[in-house]
């Protein structure tokens, strides 16, 4: 097999999940995921924006910008004061893409269509070529 | 641990590992039962690609060619963008009980993170960020 992979992927595990506990406990707030949502369909936001747009209090999306933040979901870019700006960040998405890949994974179901082609398949030459 | 870098299955089938042989590794056998359409160079670093009715499509790089005991390949991860270097590692292993074969299937990666990945995840996005927050806090306190 390759050395390659599984070399890569021994020392990093711990790392990977905390990132993907993360991701998915900022999901799992309805007022994060507007937030996350918003940035994701309208682009980089001020917290002003954000209040505008959601139905949420600015002392609300900034608490919640703190965390996401910390996550390393989103990031404050630099800009003239007050009007921070924030930015989704999506290497932390694609560590949890990565699980939930794993979970989706249906081998179970590509196995068993497996087992029944080859039950349902005509005896004929053991090779094709 | 609760992140599954690797997922493993053994099945029992009533057929010889040639004939299981073939239904993994030629086109018309991965047509059958895995993609709808199916294409492979068999032979290391050799392609195949899959594609289902659905739209989707599968690119696999052969990288293990024994006959009729190991077929292994890597392709990207489902779910992550097109251009991202990542891949699981596959690997099917064919094993001769009675006049049928256990058949084992391997795919490995999941958990794996590219040098840039790993940088790009977990780099100190808390640079500037005090000093942001603390801005934040004061266009908050000044509204």
């Known amino acids: 097999m390759p050395p390659d992979i599984e070399a890569a992927a021994a020392p990093v595990l711990p790392d990977v999940e905390a990132v993907a506990a993360q991701v998915f406990t900022a999901l799992a707030d309805p007022t994060r995921r507007a937030i996350l949502a918003a940035l994701a369909s309208g682009g980089p936001a001020t917290a002003t924006d954000l209040a505008d747009r959601l139905p949420i209090t600015r002392q609300a999306i900034a608490k919640h910008l703190a965390l996401l933040a910390e996550a390393g979901l989103v990031t404050a870019e630099p800009g ?50 | 641990m609760g992140f599954p870098d690797r997922i493993e299955r053994t099945v029992e089938i009533a057929h010889p590992p040639r004939k299981v042989w073939t239904a993994l590794t030629t086109a018309e056998g991965l047509a059958a039962w895995f993609g709808h359409e199916a294409t492979i160079d068999l032979r290391p670093g050799g392609l195949a690609r899959m594609r289902w009715t659905s739209g989707d499509s599968a690119d696999m790089r052969v990288e293990r060619v024994e006959e009729p005991t190991v077929f292994g390949f890597t392709w990207h991860i489902y779910g992550l963008p097109e251009d991202d270097p990542r891949r699981t590692y596959v690997e099917f292993t064919l094993e001769p009980v009675g006049a049928g074969t256990r058949l084992t299937v391997v795919e490995s990666g999941f958990a794996q993170l590219s040098g840039e990945a790993h940088h790009k995840a977990f780099d100190g996005n808390t640079q500037g960020w005090a000093s942001e927050l603390g801005e934040l806090v004061d266009y908050l306190d000044a509204a």
């Open chain 1, 80 to 129: 003239e004061r007050r009007r921070v700006r924030y930015r989704l960040r999506s290497a932390p998405m694609q560590v949890a893409q990565q699980f939930l890949a794993a979970l989706a994974r249906d081998w179970d179901g590509a196995l068993g269509a497996l087992k029944d082609h080859l039950d349902r398949a005509p005896p004929g030459p053991p090779r094709s070529h």
